[in-house]
């Protein structure tokens, strides 16, 4: 089992910035990859970016590509999602997850799940 928290939502103006964090915990010694989702009201949850645990990949969507960055300390085996530029369409709780099957898709097919956490884009 991985345990993920996530932190570091909150309220932003449109513009500004934020960085989530996600600790994992537990048997990280599996996991292929780190990932970040949302999901705005109303609307199913969508691919953020994701990394693969060595660092050897990235990727994504393309809403966000240019303005968000996914990266990992290793010390603490903690993600960041920082998130630059903020829109108001970026409204959404954001989850953080986590994989254990090598796949070259990073979109898909996660084990693992954080609460969640919210950030609002005022504009």
């Known amino acids: 089992q991985v345990q993920l928290v996530e932190s570091g939502g909150g309220l932003v103006q449109a513009g500004g910035s934020l960085r989530l964090s996600c600790a994992a915990s537990?048997?990280?010694?599996?996991?292929?990859?780190m990932g970040w989702f949302r999901q705005a009201p109303g609307k199913e949850r969508e691919f953020v970016a994701a990394?693969?645990?060595?660092?050897?990949?990235?990727d994504y969507s393309d809403r966000v590509r240019g303005r968000f960055t996914i990266f990992r300390n290793n010390a603490e085996n903690t993600v960041y999602l920082q998130m630059n530029s903020l829109k108001p369409e970026d409204t959404a709780v954001y989850y953080c997850?986590?994989?254990?099957?090598?796949?070259?898709?990073?979109?898909?097919?996660?084990?693992?799940w954080g609460q969640g956490t919210q950030v609002t884009v005022s504009s």
């Open positions: 997850s986590s994989k254990t099957k090598t796949s070259y898709d990073l979109r898909f097919s996660y084990d693992y």
């Open positions: 537990g048997r990280t010694a599996t996991t292929y990859a």
């Open positions: 990394r693969v645990w060595d660092g050897s990949r990235t």
